[in-house]
């Protein structure tokens, strides 16, 4: 007898449970991201017995439409950058962490002490090689050029390296103690601006100098495997981990280090970290469900299984340790681990379109000095603040 009133609350919770509303989910992810999607809300209606929907925007509709959509929006928004997190912080309601092991993904979607974002992957930028073809790891500057001019002479492409592109050149920039992003950014006086420093001078001097061996390689193919690498007959890339799966089914194999710096620079090598995550709507009425799903997502084992099918790298450090055997990834590892995160704030298109513009001046107008265009970018950028 005092089984009936089990039996009866768990008929009325499972027939409660069928009738759940469904769980919306917005995300740009395609292709093998979006089967890693469609898998994991799969378990979770297997695991709960709610029922999920997904919705594919592209990038730079998915953030606009989640702001204009009202109560009509999404629930649960996947793959939100680390950048947007400024312009979505009051469409994403609070999330709690399962616990301390990301402190580095945590605070890249932690704003104001409330954490708005589970990190789901990290990205930063490493220099790709091929083992077959170069002899040992490139640590050093000094064994990188020598390695460089060993695979020039021998008739193979040296360095592909984009040298107007500040994602790329960032880690170069911080090398040299220039944080164009960091605190002396938001001053008000134009000689302390990141780009004014004496080490941005160095970092552009060095590409300067780079310029005439390195600018027919500065655009190298961005998400589609770098030229050096799959459409030469050897070569060196700064590449990022998107380019890798490209590479690996082309039949290349290839290795990962983080990119060396010349001996002058004071510090090492410090790309931009670019970190996406899951984000539960202010306006759902389905926090809760939403937050479980947020969970599962950024647990260790879907950030995992992200990588296994299409190649996007964890943000937690526990995840990475299921790949430590994974020898094309330690680089770009390590390269996570030193590097800082692409900045939110209200500046960073004022500083970086300036900033790109002097990268590309730098290559192109040989006749101005690098002090003169440095010079001018940060009057750009201070006109553009009102500074």
């Known amino acids: ?12 919770t499972l027939i409660g449970t069928a009738h759940a509303a469904p769980l919306t989910v917005w995300t740009h992810y395609q292709r093998a991201d979006a089967n890693w999607l469609r898998a994991q809300a799969a378990l979770y209606t297997r695991r709960t017995g709610q029922p999920v929907q997904i919705r594919t925007l592209p ?24 950048e947007w997190l400024l312009q979505v912080r009051t469409l994403a309601a ?46 050093t500057w000094k064994a990188l050029t020598l390695e460089l001019a060993r695979q020039v002479k021998l008739g193979r492409q040296g360095l592909v390296l984009d040298l107007t592109d500040p994602y790329t050149q960032a880690g170069l920039f911080r090398a040299y103690g220039a944080d164009v992003f960091g605190p002396q950014a938001r001053s008000a006086a134009p000689a302390t601006w990141g780009l004014a420093q004496p080490g941005a ?16 390689n500065r655009q190298p193919e961005r998400r589609g495997g770098g030229p050096g690498l799959r459409g030469g007959p050897g070569g060196d890339v700064l590449a990022g981990p998107w380019e890798l799966p490209v590479l690996q089914q082309a039949g290349l194999e ?37 937050a479980a799903l947020a969970g ?15 190649g996007r790298l964890p943000s937690s450090p526990a995840a990475w340790a299921q790949l430590a055997d994974t ?18 704030r209200p500046e960073m298109d004022a500083v970086w379109d300036p900033w790109q513009a002097a990268l590309g001046a730098i290559q192109t107008q040989p006749q101005r000095s690098v002090r003169e265009i440095l010079g001018a970018a940060v009057q750009t950028i201070s006109a553009a603040l009102g500074r």
């Open 59 to 82: 990038l730079d509709q998915l953030g606009p439409q989640w702001a204009a959509a009202g109560a009509g929006g999404p629930d649960v928004v996947v793959g939100v950058p680390d």
């Open 296 to 310: 599962q997502l950024s647990s260790d084992a879907a950030q995992v299984a992200l990588y296994r099918a299409g």
């Open 201 to 216: 001078l160095k970092a552009a001097e060095r590409l300067r100098q780079w310029g005439p061996a390195l600018l027919r």
């Open 94 to 139: 609070p999330l709690t962490p399962a616990g301390p092991q990301d402190r580095a993904g945590i605070q890249a979607f932690t704003l104001g002490g409330r954490t708005l974002g589970l990190p789901l992957m990290a990205e930063a930028m490493a220099l790709v090689y091929n083992p077959r073809l170069v002899s040992a790891p490139p640590t």
């Open 254 to 290: 290839v290795r990962s280090v983080p990119f060396p710096v010349p001996e002058d620079a004071p510090q090492g090598w410090q790309p931009f970290v670019g970190r996406q995550a899951v984000m539960v709507s202010a306006r759902s009425v389905q926090r809760k469900e939403g």
């Open 1 to 12: 007898m005092p089984r009936l009133p089990s039996l009866a609350l768990l008929t009325l």
């Open 327 to 344: 020898p094309e990834l330690r680089g770009f590892g390590q390269a996570i681990r030193a590097g800082a995160p692409v900045p939110a």
